[in-house]
């Protein structure tokens, strides 16, 4: 387990002149929102599976998934519902890590690339499904998933990450509204064609950038 340090908190640049996002308010709360209740979990019956347009898929238990090399990083957090915190620390192991170990890319550190030969499976990978033990889904393109900032994130400000903010494991996503990041997330697939999520089913923006206030579709 590395304990690399990374500040994302200046990704915004890419997307917008301010920090905070358009319609958004600085809150150093940290509310909870579910859709419903905090689902159980055993680390012992706990896998994470990787699954769809990969050349390999993958399955981890709790001990493996949490040997994975991780690292801690600050990142902001903005919800839909207007409210942003700033300076959070999340460690957790990057989205690119599980990507390349899938053979989804070529190179976790070229980050970017996607592979071009990809015999085994179907089709090339362009979209990702999140789900979770609550059976809440969220869908995003790969593209805004294969980026530094999006960590399957299990420790939260230096702790084990409370069960009401997702724990053991949660996706964050510091680029794209927080539902994009699935709380108790026990599975990613790689999709040859998007699909919705649970909220984007229901009006909410697949796109979900802040900085252009994509709330609702
Ligand atoms: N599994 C799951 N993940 C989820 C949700 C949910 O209901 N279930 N809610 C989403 C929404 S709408 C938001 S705003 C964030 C909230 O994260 P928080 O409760 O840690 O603030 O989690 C997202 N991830
Ligand atoms: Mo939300």
């Known amino acids: 387990m590395s304990d690399q340090r990374t500040d994302v908190t200046d990704l915004y640049q890419e997307f917008g002149d301010e920090r905070l996002p358009p319609g958004q308010r600085e809150t150093t709360a940290f509310p909870v929102l579910s859709k419903g209740p905090t689902p159980d ?6 896998e994470f599976t990787v699954t769809g347009a990969v050349e390999e898929e ?16 600050r990142q902001d957090f903005h919800c839909v519902t207007g409210w942003s915190k700033f ?18 890319i070529d190179d976790a550190d070229a980050g970017k690339q996607r592979s071009t030969g990809n015999p085994t499976a179907s089709g090339q990978a362009v979209h990702v499904m999140f789900s979770a033990l609550d059976g ?31 724990g053991p494991l949660r ?25 919705r999520g649970y909220w984007e089913r229901r009006g909410y923006s697949q796109t979900a950038d802040p900085w252009q206030e994509e709330r609702y579709s």
């Open 58 to 73: 993958l399955t981890f238990s709790w001990d493996e998934f949490q040997a994975l090399p991780s690292e801690t990083q």
């Open 87 to 104: 300076d959070c620390s999340f460690t957790g192991v990057p989205f690119l890590e599980l990507a390349e170990r899938a053979g989804v």
């Open 171 to 195: 996706v964050v996503t510091p680029h794209r509204y927080a539902y994009k990041g699935a709380k108790w997330v026990d599975g990613i697939e790689f999709l040859t064609e998007p699909e």
């Open 41 to 46: 979990w055993d680390p012992e019956t706990w």
């Open 136 to 166: 809440y889904t969220t869908d995003l393109p790969l593209e805004a998933c294969l980026r530094e900032g999006v960590l399957f994130a299990w420790g939260y400000d230096g702790e084990q990450l409370p069960a009401d903010h997702g």
